[in-house]
């Protein structure tokens, strides 16, 4: 009898040390979630997005196999946004990427516990996203996509020396915009050129905005603005038969017919945040201690196909 129950022990004496191994092993396989909040669909959000998620995979995050990523879209929608950085809380993610300031600002506003990445951002300390880009201080750090908005302007002089009046078009809903559009009106200035603002609230705005510019300025700037790199399209149906060049803040806009920028790669941009979430995934680093990040060397891009069609020839020097 004694026997039987020495064995029995043992019996369970294994079992329990098995199950005990088998919930270590599972915690140290647990599946990491990450929620993607991407404000709207365009080709520099959407090539930040990619950028982010090949950088993971590079470090050996990938999603389905040892992470989860969850992607939404908020289609445009600060409401949509809100809605999302909550359905993020409420899942419990480890990690948010915001992608783009209203996007960024949704979520940081619903939470303060989860680290949040941003990118797509031109100023998060401008934005109330951070105290500080050096050091952010609370849940929240990422990288800017701020450009050389001051030689974007001289560009625009320089492919169109005649330029005296210019516009900027831009969403007045939109911090980084704003952000953009006073560093041009200061190098304006500087230049003595006249401008206007040409504001939308939303992409119904946009046509009937560009066309009122007709006749009154020589050329537009765009700074890295979402709705209207959204809405490029339609800008250049108007600004291309009335010859008027476009001057933008991304690459992305030139595709739909933008004549130039001084841009930065956002693919690039979208790796440079992923080294950051690895960094947090790991435990390295805290958001908090974590400075704003930026891409260096901005390439010169010229659309010369738009060069064409608007007439103008482009310097040697470009």
Do not use: W
């Amino acid at each position: 009898m004694k026997k039987l129950i020495t064995i029995f022990l043992a019996g369970i004496l294994i079992i329990s040390c098995s199950n005990n191994s088998a919930n270590t092993s599972s915690n140290n396989t647990e599946t990491l979630k990450i929620g993607i909040l991407q404000l709207v669909e365009h080709n520099a959000l959407d090539q930040a997005n990619q950028g982010f998620i090949d950088g993971l995979k590079e470090a050996g995050y990938e999603d389905g196999k040892n992470i989860t990523i969850d992607y939404q879209n908020a289609q445009g929608e600060q409401a949509n946004c809100i809605t999302i950085s909550q359905k993020f809380v409420n899942d419990r993610v480890n990690l948010i990427l915001a992608i783009a300031t209203p996007a960024a600002q949704a979520v940081a506003n619903t939470t303060k516990d989860i680290p949040i990445l941003i990118t797509a951002v031109t100023d998060p300390a401008d934005a109330k996203l951070v105290a500080d880009n050096t050091a952010p201080g609370g849940n929240v750090t990422g990288t800017s996509d701020l450009t050389p908005v001051k030689e974007q302007i001289e560009l625009l002089k320089k492919l169109v020396p005649s330029a005296k009046n210019i516009a900027f078009l831009y969403n007045s809903s939109e911090q980084n915009s704003k952000f953009q559009v006073d560093i041009a009106k200061a190098k304006s200035d500087e230049m003595g050129l006249s401008y206007m603002d040409a504001t939308i609230t939303n992409p119904n705005d946009i046509q009937q905005v560009v066309q009122s510019l007709v006749g009154k300025v020589d050329a537009i700037y765009v700074p890295t603005d979402n709705m209207v790199s959204a809405g490029m399209a339609n800008v250049i149906a108007i600004t291309e038969p009335a010859k008027i060049p476009v001057i933008c803040g991304e690459v992305g806009m030139l595709n739909a017919g933008g004549l130039a920028t001084y841009g930065i790669d956002y693919y690039e941009l979208g790796k440079l945040t992923a080294n950051q979430a690895v960094k947090i995934l790991k435990g390295e680093s805290s958001p908090a201690s974590m400075p704003i990040e930026y891409i260096q060397n901005p390439v010169l891009e010229v659309n010369t196909n738009a060069a064409q069609k608007l007439g103008i020839t482009i310097p040697a020097d470009l």
